[in-house]
C-alpha cells in the first residue's frame, strides 16, 4: 500500500507560481514512478506530468511544458511539481499518483494509488 498526500494548492493570479507536493508513505519510494494529472469541473482526468523511479527521465502534457516541472527527492519521500506562468485554463483539482513500475507512463489507468487532490485556482 502506498499513501499520498497532496499539498501546496490555492488562489494564483494568471501568471504566478506555486508548487506543489505529494508526500508517499508505504512501499520504497524510489522504486516506482509518480505522476501528476488534474480535472476540471465537468471534465475528465488529464495528464500533466510524470517522473521515472531515479527522476532521470520526464514527461509533460504538451499544454504545459516549459512552464511546469515535475521533480522529486527519494530521502524525502516527496514529489513536486513546480507551476510556472499559470492560467487560468489551468485551474483544477490536482492529483498526484504513484505506478508501481519504475518508469514513466502517461496513461491515467497505470496508475495504482491516487492522492485526494488539492484545489489549483488561477484567476485571470
Known amino acids: 500500500q502506498v499513501q499520498l498526500v497532496e499539498s501546496g494548492g490555492g488562489l494564483v493570479q494568471a501568471g504566478g507560481s506555486l508548487r506543489l507536493s505529494c508526500a508517499a508513505s508505504?512501499?520504497?519510494?524510489?522504486?516506482?514512478?509518480m505522476g501528476w494529472f488534474r480535472q476540471a469541473p465537468g471534465k475528465e482526468r488529464d495528464f500533466v506530468a510524470a517522473?521515472?523511479?531515479?527522476?532521470?527521465?520526464?514527461s509533460y502534457a504538451d499544454s504545459v511544458k516549459g512552464r511546469f516541472t515535475i521533480s522529486r527527492d527519494n530521502v524525502k519521500n516527496t514529489v513536486y511539481l513546480q507551476m510556472n506562468s499559470l492560467k487560468p485554463e489551468d485551474t483544477a483539482v490536482y492529483y498526484c499518483?504513484?505506478?508501481?513500475?519504475?518508469?514513466?507512463?502517461?496513461?491515467?489507468?497505470?496508475?495504482?494509488?491516487w492522492g485526494q487532490g488539492t484545489q489549483v485556482t488561477v484567476s485571470s
Open positions: 517522473i521515472s523511479w531515479s527522476g532521470g527521465s520526464t
Open positions: 508505504g512501499r520504497t519510494f524510489s522504486s516506482y514512478a
Open positions: 499518483a504513484a505506478d508501481m513500475s519504475p518508469l514513466i507512463t502517461i496513461a491515467t489507468y497505470e496508475y495504482d494509488y
